[in-house]
């Protein structure tokens, strides 16, 4: 008889169910170290993430407070400027109404001085000088108008593109 028939069966059975039951408490014990690491890499990458979540938004911050800032130094230009076309504008009307009472005051002038006869054709008729101080004056109106408007298109364009410039040049 050999030695392995002395060791009745159950002993096997029961050597075989501690080796087995030995080889999955290994298993066990090495899947819970890689959980733990695993758990710590996942824990070191949310770390990471965070931070260059945390820079992201700094970063976009400082983009548009400097985007904020460049617009707000060309509203201030813009507003400037502004002041200073409606200066000129206002300083424009006052030569234009001085222009057209210097017309008005010559052409009454004019009448004083004509004879009789003139006077009736002038009745009848508009003279030159009345047809011209009226078109002097609508023109210089006009142009007073469209000077304005131009000068404030030019002013919004150029704040625009002032903008556009400073937001681009990052």
Known sequence: ???LGAVPAWRWWLIALVLVAGGQQYRVMVAQGETATARADLADYRLQVAERDRRAAAQVRTEEQRQQKIKDQEDENARREKLALQGDVDRY????VGLQQQIDRLQRGRGATCDLVSAQQRETRPTTSMVCGQLLGELDQ???SLGEALGRSRIAGLGCEAILDGIKSR
């Open 93 to 96: 009307r006052a030569a234009g």
């Open 142 to 144: 006009m142009a007073g």
């Open 1 to 3: 008889m050999s030695w």
